[in-house]
């Protein structure tokens, strides 16, 4: 591992964030927070026994800053707006760490206001959920333009990630991430149309999944959000339904940008964002089958009075 940074910032503590910040305390970092919600970042502060950073010059001593936050653009209001910004608060050598899952577009523009500031910036979302988060176990998606500024925030992304992904260079892990979870939402999307067509036929939905988990079409979706959150009638992989649409927004706005027929992400993105718009963007990811289906695919699904029949 290499030399573990004098001190770090992390701005976020949402259902993510304050797991991974509560990971940097544990594993001896000198933390500093920063949360939208005031009362939040003190408590963590608190509880934690850290530093609460109310204005950006708080950062001022932390050579790396990670950020988990809901998009790019919040990204560069906190990093270069907020009351004049956390990066003007930074040394030269300091390194920001955007683990939000953010437009690869926003993040090199983001890059390119930090350089001449003389802060490096590295792209690392993460996957996992949030009970990988709570163990340390992400695995991390990591893009740079520069080696050493990676290798400087390196003790800081062993802490968090189990797995590290050298993706290439900056921007390209928040593609990955946005790629990645375009095909997951692809697989759910798939696996709710055919149990829906299923039970016109008699089929009963866990037999259905039981039968696709033993076969071909066996999927993270099937294995663990289906089986485990829709037949339950749990809805609660922490993931959010509004931070999934974004994500499968982003890999069709690449698919555009790079002129590559993506018919499947065109429509897979606009399924999501609809689910999205009828149920809100703060509902599970796993709950979208209630917009798109009038009849319920689990146990216990409530299904919406604004869905689609199969």
Request: proline residues 5%.
């Amino acid at each position: 591992m290499s030399a573990a940074p004098t001190q770090v910032g992390l701005v976020g503590l949402g259902m993510m964030g304050w797991p991974m910040a509560r990971n940097l305390v544990n594993a001896g970092v000198d933390l500093v927070v920063r949360d939208a919600d005031p009362e939040r970042q003190q408590a963590f502060a608190a509880e934690h026994g850290c530093s609460s950073a109310d204005v950006p010059s708080a950062f001022s001593s932390a050579t790396v800053v990670v950020t988990m936050l809901p998009d790019d653009t919040t990204v560069r209001d906190v990093i270069l707006d907020w009351q004049g910004g956390i990066a003007a608060a930074l040394t030269t050598g300091a390194v920001v760490v955007d683990m939000s899952s953010s437009n690869p577009d926003g993040t090199r523009e983001l890059g390119s206001r930090l350089a001449p500031l003389g802060v490096g910036l590295v792209d690392a979302p993460v996957s996992g959920g949030v009970t990988r988060a709570v163990d340390g176990t992400l695995t991390l998606m990591v893009g740079a333009d520069d080696d050493d500024a990676i290798e400087r925030a390196r003790p800081v992304l062993e802490v968090l990630g189990g797995r590290l992904f050298r993706t290439g260079p900056l921007g390209s892990g928040h593609a990955m991430k946005a790629l990645n979870n375009f095909v997951g939402g692809a697989a759910y999307a798939v696996l709710a149309e055919a149990l829906a067509v299923g039970r016109r036929y008699g089929l009963d939905p866990e037999t259905m999944i039981d039968v696709i988990n033993a076969s071909t079409g066996r999927s993270f979706n099937s294995e663990v959000v289906l089986k485990d959150h829709v037949l339950t009638g749990a809805y609660a992989t922490g993931f959010a339904l509004g931070l999934l649409a974004k994500d499968v927004g982003i890999a069709a706005s690449l698919a555009r940008s790079a002129e590559v027929d993506a018919p499947v992400c065109e429509l897979v993105g606009k399924r999501w964002a609809e689910a999205a718009g009828d149920l809100g963007g703060s509902a599970d990811h796993s709950e979208a089958h209630k917009h798109w289906y009038s009849e319920p695919l689990g146990r216990d699904g409530v299904p919406s009075t604004t869905g689609r029949s199969a």
